[in-house]
């Protein structure tokens, strides 16, 4: 059932030299990533991967493909892009607020006190959620 996805099937999705699937990640070196690359723990990805430069992209080709699938931070797909063809496997806030979904870290935001930027209070807004 892809709504109950192991880490280890993750990785055989993504890594795995017999996937079906499409796997869709941004570009090396970017957050997500990083990130998710610690969480499987392993670097050689498969055949059908596909590395996008913009998360929006990300999440709009996965709404295209049938066979696509991708990692994406949980606040940014669903508080800051969404695309309605494209669905988050397993995660709510209540499973993530609990820790029940496996793939979580620790996200730390360094700003200048003196920054009176609106949209690092739109950030702070979204990870301080407990919807």
Same mark, same amino acid.
């Given at each position: 059932?892809? $709504?109950?996805?192991?880490?280890?099937?993750?990785?055989?999705? #993504?890594?795995?030299?017999?996937?079906?699937?499409?796997?869709?990640?941004?570009?090396?070196?970017?957050?997500?990533?990083?990130?998710?690359?610690?969480?499987?723990?392993?670097?050689?990805?498969?055949?059908?991967?596909?590395?996008?430069?913009?998360?929006?992209?990300?999440?709009?080709?996965?709404?295209? $493909?049938?066979?696509?699938?991708?990692?994406?931070?949980?606040?940014?797909?669903?508080?800051?892009?969404?695309? $309605?063809?494209?669905?988050?496997?397993?995660?709510?806030?209540?499973?993530?607020? $609990?820790?029940? #979904?496996?793939?979580?870290?620790?996200?730390?935001?360094?700003?200048?006190?003196?920054?009176?930027?609106?949209?690092?209070?739109?950030?702070?807004?979204?990870?301080?959620?407990?919807?």
């Amino acid at each position: 059932n892809i $709504d109950n996805l192991s880490v280890e099937q993750i990785q055989e999705i #993504y890594y795995g030299s017999n996937s079906n699937w499409n796997t869709y990640q941004l570009e090396k070196n970017n957050g997500s990533q990083t990130c998710f690359e610690s969480i499987v723990k392993n670097n050689k990805l498969g055949n059908n991967h596909f590395e996008i430069n913009t998360m929006p992209k990300i999440v709009d080709e996965i709404a295209l $493909d049938k066979k696509g699938i991708g990692y994406a931070f949980y606040s940014y797909f669903s508080k800051m892009y969404t695309n $309605d063809n494209a669905k988050i496997i397993n995660v709510n806030n209540k499973n993530v607020k $609990d820790s029940d #979904y496996p793939l979580l870290f620790e996200v730390y935001l360094i700003y200048r006190n003196d920054n009176n930027d609106k949209r690092i209070t739109n950030i702070l807004d979204i990870l301080n959620t407990n919807e």
